[in-house]
């Protein structure tokens, strides 16, 4: 329990070393985690809070769309936080929005923090269902609670985490509150990943069947492995125009056959 | 009747949307769907776009693309 | 990749999916969006408790100003007529500030390098300093910058960006731009002069890819401020009866020649890219955060100075290639070196074969170096408040005694009980000198005894005058040196000329003469327009080539003057500009910046000379034309936006 490291100011020379066992648990030398949200939710000020000046910018390959990343210290980890250009949604009709899929999709990422605005909850929950399908580990970061406050709103952040079966933390990051038990609850997530979250979001009768059936096709797809059935089921009903990159030009398994 | 018919003021009701193109998927993913309340605010000064309110969120878009929605008027 | 049955194409199996279920498509798509947003809006009713509903917030007051019909462009031409205001104005003047400290810092590193020759320089010398040249005139944009970045990340920051797109949308709109172009356009000389180099960088806020594109390639057509200049000069010089109505002509054809390209373009090269749909979330106003700011705002000023830099500094290196090279065969160097002598034998003669002087500034190399010391000291020698007892004075004395004389036209100035005083300190150590045996007179025992000032004084007539004391034959050599001054520019200069025509550059120059008289360009003008492209300094040289050709008795006519302003109108800004478009959307992409404008330029140039010609009109006359045409083009591109590729 004796952390030499508490209390550092953070420093990005400065990694764990083999003498400090830290609990019971194996804590690697460094995890990554990608920031998502929709746009104006505050998602950079929360990040640039995280990493101050230990940021990097580059291009994603082949896309003039910003690649932001930074490390944050936590308990001496260093956390490597990618913050995802900020999407309204998870279909590739934009530059932005399949730079996001991508990422999240084939990077090894331990942990996804969708950063939402309290006062905006409804348009901001349209997109955790979406990262919810995408069965990573996930939590959610809830943003301009004060202003939320100061509309006349009050969020309450237990039923709500209850409700969606992720743990939220409440920040304000412009100053600075709650950013230590996000940092805390990150680095725990990270090093004990749980199953996938529990919720998953029903189409209503109709669409439910046909979703079902899409999935079940889909498994005889060579598809990458670490994509989920059910998440490109529901992007090929959503008729996202490019869903082809995440299929294998390899021969499939069985023919698709024909329904009607 | 389309919601670019609107006045400023008047609140409404989506009654059905044209989810075609990509217009038509954005509008699905700002909640433009039917059902949802929509207030029109105001018309730019120069007429086009349109700004209203739709799920606590101000949301601006062209006349052309409000075309796609068809509303019925509340109060 | 098989295409037997059992391995469709990826796509394919999408597709098939989709086709062979009874669902329709765009059912689905509703039904899920529903059924998010049902979800949603239950457990934001279950979560979510509002203590005072309906709330007028400070952004509803705020707008209902800013995009009020009548406050709101109000505001917002203040708020754009502010951004120019702050980033080009202030912005300019403060690199005005910096340029001193960068010409030291460029006069520093060259004093490691060789030292400038009479005639010729060593090539390590006139590479750096060209180079250098070219890298500095790109650095000076950092003032910019800086204060652009800033204003821009407010903007974006605190909410008012959207807020401007939505007023500006319906005006660029049908001209396949965006509200947001508004910004980069006026940066760059929209209406007035500006600069595109920061013009292109702002444009990094319009997300949708088509306006952008559209916005950045009809940049280069804009006023950048380097051409004003030259503008003012050609009028002056062409159409000194309507200066006024050329400049408003001048400065207002951009407005259309944007337009209505950027329709064309629009219609044709970008037909393919699409247009995002419009709908546009407009953010609540906050107050901006700084470290947001300045996190952006330091980011995006070092990744410009680390891209456009090095590849300007590539460039320059080239284009020095190309304009020097092939050198000068040695029968020109002969005749160069018999010029030279020429002139030295001229100097000798004039400052008096038996003048002392001349044994320490008697070859050509010790010519220059005496010419770079006043150089250095130009400035101390030009302040008539120091006199001779300066420390500044005595630091320039004691580096080179008989040098420091020669510039000061053979006179120490002193006030006359000092000139007094001097004088007897003279005498004195004269005396002391001669009291000396030989061997310590050869020794330089004397230089111990007495002061250095005093010490270098011994030996030279010197006569008192009212200003201090003179030596005559020093100011006999100091009027002989300004005249070999003048015949060492003479020389320089038509040797520069003839490494020019020599040159890779030059024969380009000289090869595409045959097309280029057409708008009644000549080679030099050519090789002239072709290197102000690297640095906007060398805009300046070409009009220093111009008055050559008058001198020379070519006449230029008022047709020659509205062919070259439309082309120049039209000729792309600067180096810079074309890489920080490349950094920004390619190369390819920069490459068509620069070509197109120059190819219109010339069209619309040889239209303006060969027509007007062959009609006999007036320089104005044709300009108007073209202005009409080019007024009426906007307009059919404003009314035909059926044509425009739909989102």
Redesign the interface.
Same mark, same amino acid.
């Given at each position: 329990m004796n952390n030499p490291c508490s209390g550092c100011p953070g420093s990005i020379s400065c990694l764990p070393t083999e003498e400090e066992p830290t609990e019971n648990q194996s804590i690697a030398d460094s995890y990554t985690v990608a920031f998502a949200g929709q746009p104006n939710v505050g998602k950079s000020t929360l990040f640039n809070a995280l990493t101050g000046v230990r940021q990097f910018v580059a291009n994603y390959p082949g896309a003039t769309v910003e690649k932001r990343s930074g490390i944050a210290m936590v308990s001496g980890v260093p956390l490597t936080i990618v913050d995802l250009p900020g999407t309204y949604s998870l279909t590739s009709y934009s530059l932005e929005e399949k730079v996001a899929v991508d990422f999240l999709l084939k990077q090894p990422i331990d942990l996804i923090v969708q950063v939402a605005d309290a006062s905006n909850l409804i348009r901001s929950l349209y997109l955790t269902f979406q990262l919810l399908e995408l069965e990573r580990p996930i939590l959610m970061a809830l943003t301009m609670t004060d202003v939320a406050r100061a509309r006349g709103m009050e969020v309450d952040v237990e039923k709500l985490s209850i409700e969606l079966g992720i743990k939220i933390i409440a920040t304000v990051a412009n100053r600075g509150k709650g950013l230590q038990e996000l940092k805390r609850t990150m680095i725990d997530s990270c090093a004990k990943p749980t199953k996938k979250p529990g919720f998953s979001l029903d189409y209503g009768p109709i669409l439910e069947p046909v979703i079902q059936k899409t999935t079940e096709e889909l498994a005889t797809v060579d598809i990458s492995p670490s994509i989920p059935l059910r998440w490109m089921a529901i992007k090929i009903w959503e008729d996202d125009p490019d869903l082809d990159r995440f299929i294998h030009s390899s021969q499939q398994k069985r023919r698709i056959h024909a329904q009607r | 009747m389309e919601l670019e018919k609107v006045k400023p003021g008047m609140r409404c009701r989506i009654v059905s949307?044209?989810?075609?193109?990509?217009? !038509?998927?954005? @509008? @699905? %993913?700002? !909640?433009f769907?039917? !059902? +949802?309340h929509v207030e029109i605010?105001?018309n730019?000064? $120069? +007429? %086009?776009?349109i =700004?209203v309110v739709l799920?606590?969120? $101000?949301?601006? $878009?062209?006349h052309? =693309?409000a075309k796609k929605i068809m509303v019925e008027v509340i109060e | 990749m098989p295409k037997d049955n059992l391995s469709p194409h990826p796509s394919k199996i999408v597709e098939d999916i989709r086709k062979n279920s009874e669902m329709d498509i765009q059912d689905s798509q509703l039904t899920i969006a529903q059924a998010r947003y049902h979800q949603a809006q239950l457990i934001v009713d279950r979560c979510v408790r509002e203590i005072k509903p309906g709330q007028r917030t400070i952004t509803d007051r705020l707008d209902a100003v800013l995009c009020n019909r009548i406050a709101g462009p109000i505001f917002l031409l203040f708020t754009l007529f502010l951004v120019y205001e702050l980033a080009i104005v202030q912005g300019y003047r403060l690199s005005g500030l910096l340029t001193p400290l960068m010409s030291q810092v460029q006069t520093g590193f060259l004093s490691f390098l060789p030292a400038e020759g009479f005639i010729q320089d060593p090539v390590i010398t006139s590479f750096f300093s060209w180079v250098f040249q070219g890298v500095f005139s790109v650095l000076v944009y950092i003032p910019i910058f800086v204060i652009l970045f800033l204003i821009i990340a407010v903007m974006e920051d605190s909410g008012y960006m959207a807020r401007v797109a939505f007023i500006l949308d319906r005006v660029f709109r049908p001209f396949g731009l965006h509200g947001q172009s508004a910004l980069p356009l006026i940066l760059s000389g929209l209406y007035i002069g500006g600069c595109a180099v920061p013009g292109v960088m702002a444009t990094r806020t319009i997300k949708d890819k088509h306006a952008r594109l559209a916005t950045i390639l009809i940049i280069p057509l804009m006023n950048c401020m380097a051409k004003i200049p030259f503008f003012t000069l050609m009028v002056g010089l062409f159409f000194p009866g309507s200066m006024g109505l050329m400049m408003f002509l001048i400065s207002t054809i951009t407005i259309f020649l944007g337009l209505s390209i950027s329709s064309m373009l629009s219609k044709t090269i970008l037909r393919k890219v699409e247009r995002a749909p419009f709908i546009m979330e407009l953010p609540p106003y906050h107050i901006p955060s700084v470290k947001n700011v300045m996190t952006r705002v330091i980011e995006r000023t070092w990744g410009f100075i680390k891209k456009v830099v090095t590849i300007v500094a590539v460039v320059m290196a080239v284009l020095f290639f190309l304009l020097n090279y092939p050198a000068l065969g040695t029968s020109e160097e002969m005749m160069i070196d018999s010029r030279v002598t020429e002139a030295l034998n001229d100097f000798y003669q004039a400052a008096g074969l038996d003048n002392p002087y001349l044994l320490l500034i008697r070859t050509p190399d010790q010519i220059a170096s005496y010419l770079s010391y006043v150089n250095r000291h130009r400035s101390s020698i030009q302040d008539r408040t120091l006199d001779f007892l300066s420390p500044v004075h005595q630091d320039f004395f004691r580096e080179n005694p008989s040098f420091y004389l020669i510039a000061n036209g053979g006179t120490i100035r002193l006030s006359s009980q000092n000139r007094d005083q001097l004088w007897i300190s003279i005498q004195e150590a004269n005396n002391i000198y001669q009291s000396l045996s030989p061997q310590d007179q050869a020794s330089g025992l004397l230089k111990t005894m007495i002061e250095p000032s005093v010490f270098y004084l011994i030996g030279r007539s010197l006569v008192a005058t009212h200003e201090g004391l003179m030596d005559p034959q020093a100011l006999q050599v100091s009027q002989a040196i300004r005249q070999i001054q003048t015949q060492r520019r003479m020389i320089r200069y038509d040797r520069n000329e003839e490494i020019l025509m020599g040159s890779f550059l030059g024969s380009v120059g000289k090869w595409v003469e045959p097309i280029t008289k057409w708008a009644g360009f000549d080679w030099r003008i050519n090789v002239g327009l072709i290197s102000a492209f690297a640095a906007k300094e060398n805009v300046v040289a070409t009009l220093g080539v111009l008055y050559r050709d008058m001198d020379d008795g070519i006449d230029a006519t008022p047709l020659h003057g509205a062919a070259m302003i439309l082309f120049m109108i039209l000729y792309p800004p600067c180096l810079a500009t074309i890489v920080t478009i490349a950094a920004q959307i390619g190369w390819k992409w920069a490459v068509l910046a620069t070509v197109y404008p120059i190819v219109i330029g010339f069209l619309i140039a040889g239209l303006v000379f060969s027509l007007g010609t062959l009609l006999g009109f007036t320089g104005v006359t044709m300009f108007l034309v073209v202005y009409a045409g080019i007024a009426t083009l906007t307009i059919f591109a404003a009314i035909s936006r059926k044509r425009l590729p739909k989102p």
């Open positions: - | 949307i044209d989810p075609s193109g990509m217009a !038509g998927k954005r @509008l @699905l %993913d700002f !909640g769907i039917p !059902g +949802a605010v105001r730019a000064p $120069l +007429a %086009d776009p =700004e799920h606590q969120t $101000l949301v601006s $878009l062209r052309e =693309e | -």
